[in-house]
């Protein structure tokens, strides 16, 4: 079983920055998928941005060029900067790991909300 603690969620400005963190520990296989989902009131998650243990990423459309995915692969870490942050941003963000090999499940952290104001 995997535990992810996510940090950094907050209250910001449109057009200001945020950075979020997510800290895996536990039985964490080594070829994996880490990313971040998003949910708005009335919305379904969705994802933000994923990223491989190899560094491959992938993004949202609605975030490409404002947002970062990275990954500290040692601490097993997974970052995602915010930047150029937009009132339609605001959501609760979820930490994602999905270990790439059969019989492993994913898991999840229990979300930390980030809010922009206009």
């Known amino acids: 079983q995997v535990q992810l603690v996510e940090s950094g969620g907050g209250l910001v400005q449109a057009g200001g920055s945020l950075r979020l963190s997510c800290a895996a520990s536990g039985s964490i296989f080594s070829i994996n998928v880490m990313g971040w989902y998003r949910q708005a009131p009335g919305k379904q998650r969705e994802l933000v941005a994923a990223?491989?243990?190899?560094?491959?990423?992938n993004y949202a459309d609605s975030v490409k060029g404002r947002f970062t995915i990275s990954r500290d692969n040692a601490k097993n870490t997974v970052y995602l900067q915010m930047n150029s942050l937009k009132p339609e941003d605001t959501a609760v963000y979820y930490c994602n790991y999905r270990p790439m090999t059969v019989g492993m499940f994913d898991s999840w952290g229990q979300g930390t909300q980030v809010t922009v104001s206009s």
């Open positions: 990223i491989t243990s190899g560094g491959n990423s």
